[in-house]
C-alpha cells in the first residue's frame, strides 16, 4: 500500500488542523493505521491509531481529547483531527499502515510509511 499524507500548515496556538492520509490499493480496510509525528532532533514518536474497522482507537497521553484519528474505508483514507494545538506540536507527522486487525502503537510495527507533512504551531 502508498499512502500520502497532507493537511500540514502553519496555525497559531490554540487553533486546529486536519490532516488526511490516502492510500493506494483495494484492501485498505484490512489494516490498521496510524499516525506519528517526529520533532527536530527527537525521535519518531506516537500519536493515535485506528483498527481496521475503526472501532477501536487509541492516543498518546500527550494529545488525548485534543485529537481525534477516524478513517473511511470507502474513501481509502485516514483523518486526523487536531484541536486546541499548541507549539510543542509542531513537528512532521506521517502515516501508517500495516495488515492486521488490531491497533498498533509501535513504530517498528507498522510496514508502509507515508512521506510525512509538517504542522508548525507558532505560539
Known amino acids: 500500500v502508498q499512502l500520502q499524507a497532507s493537511g500540514g500548515g502553519l496555525v497559531q496556538a490554540g487553533g486546529s488542523l486536519r490532516l488526511s492520509c490516502a492510500a493506494s490499493g483495494r484492501t485498505f480496510s484490512s489494516y490498521a493505521l496510524g499516525w506519528f509525528r517526529q520533532a527536530p532532533g527527537k525521535e519518531r514518536e506516537f500519536v493515535a491509531a485506528?483498527?481496521?474497522?475503526?472501532?477501536?482507537?487509541d492516543y498518546a497521553d500527550s494529545v488525548k481529547g485534543r485529537f481525534t484519528i477516524s478513517r473511511d474505508n470507502a474513501k481509502n483514507t485516514v483523518y486526523l483531527q487536531m484541536n486546541s494545538l499548541s507549539p510543542e506540536d509542531t513537528a512532521v507527522y506521517y502515516c501508517?499502515?500495516?495488515?492486521?486487525?488490531?491497533?498498533?502503537?509501535?513504530?517498528?510495527?507498522?510496514?508502509?510509511w507515508g512521506q510525512g507533512t509538517q504542522v508548525t504551531v507558532s505560539s
Open positions: 485506528i483498527n481496521w474497522s475503526g472501532s477501536s482507537t
Open positions: 501508517a499502515a500495516d495488515q492486521t486487525i488490531r491497533v498498533l502503537t509501535r513504530v517498528t510495527s507498522y510496514d508502509y
